[in-house]
């Protein structure tokens, strides 16, 4: 016969069971909110790196434009939301009356550009590519 003194509750059997499940379920969960995360910013220097191509363009659609203009125009789109580290490329290099129309590449890494370090991926970049017509006067 079992004696009250010798039975064990209920809750004492379970007492480690939450700490176990935690430790379990723990890491998983902030991992998928790291990835989400990282997602969500690889998305936004894609967004970011067509817009400033797109806005640099329109700048070096305007009489009187200058590759100068332009490059200005890509380093605030990108430095507006923390792109620091990229490159643009604008052809033709020397836009004068005769210019037909306008070509800005903007490259971005996406290494140098990233709070966590790409591990799944060797050297990721990200190009934004736009070409115009000029205006003619």
Request: hydrophobic share 40%; with cysteine.
């Amino acid at each position: 016969m079992i004696s009250k003194s010798q039975k064990r509750p209920a809750k004492s059997r379970r007492q480690g069971s939450l700490t176990v499940e935690v430790a379990v379920c723990l890491p998983i969960l902030l991992m998928v909110l790291f990835a989400c995360y990282e997602l969500a910013h690889a998305n936004m220097l894609l967004h970011a790196t067509e817009s400033a191509a797109y806005e640099g363009a329109r700048v070096g659609i305007i009489p009187g434009a200058s590759s100068d203009k332009i490059e200005a125009a890509v380093k605030g789109v990108l430095n507006s939301v923390g792109i620091n580290n990229f490159d643009v490329n604008v052809n033709p290099k020397k836009i004068n009356t005769d210019t037909k129309s306008v070509q800005v590449e903007v490259l971005v890494p996406f290494r140098s550009n990233t709070s966590i370090p790409p591990f799944f991926v060797k050297d990721p970049r990200f190009r934004g590519q736009c070409e115009l017509s000029r205006e003619t006067l």
